[in-house]
């Protein structure tokens, strides 16, 4: 057995589904799979807020280990190259095999960096995308 109801949003006859539940059942069901979708929507946007956060956070730290380590690195691996070799002709083998080393290690965080920021880039417009279609959705059903 069920109630027939006014729906507290616009006003509209409803019936609820049991008679427990007209206890608790305030919305029609058009207004009540709106504000869901709402919550929904927020929800996803706070989650992906906070991943977008994370990466960055993690970006950054990944940054400062990169600029504070490899320089101590490659200076303790060319001192300890000098100390068993002292020829000149090797050191310079060694410092350009380290350049080249440091030089293709930052080219290739480079490109990865560049491939991630336009992944998130895209992932954010296809978001963008898709709340967008739903609040159109949503104000062509208030407009009807």
């Known amino acids: 057995m069920t109630i027939v109801k006014n729906c507290e949003k616009c006003d509209a006859p409803f019936t609820t589904r049991s008679i427990t539940s007209s206890r608790w ?3 029609c069901y058009t207004c009540y799979s709106e504000k869901r979708k709402a919550n929904i929507i927020s929800n996803m946007e706070d989650k992906n807020e906070r991943k977008l956060t994370s ?3 993690r970006m950054i730290t990944l940054e400062e280990m990169v600029n504070n380590h490899i320089p101590a690195i490659v200076s303790a ?6 100390e068993h070799h002292m ?9 350009k095999r ?3 080393s440091i030089s293709d290690s930052i080219q290739n965080l480079i490109e990865r960096q560049i491939k991630f920021e336009a992944k998130i880039q895209r992932q954010l417009t296809t978001l963008n995308n898709k709340v967008l279609k739903i609040l159109k959705e949503l104000g062509d ?3 009807r």
């Open 141 to 143: 059903k208030n407009d």
């Open 55 to 57: 990466i960055e956070d």
């Open 98 to 100: 380290a350049q080249d």
């Open 77 to 82: 691996e060319v001192n300890n190259h000098i």
């Open 25 to 27: 059942e305030r919305l």
């Open 87 to 95: 020829g000149q002709d090797i050191v310079n083998s060694i410092a």
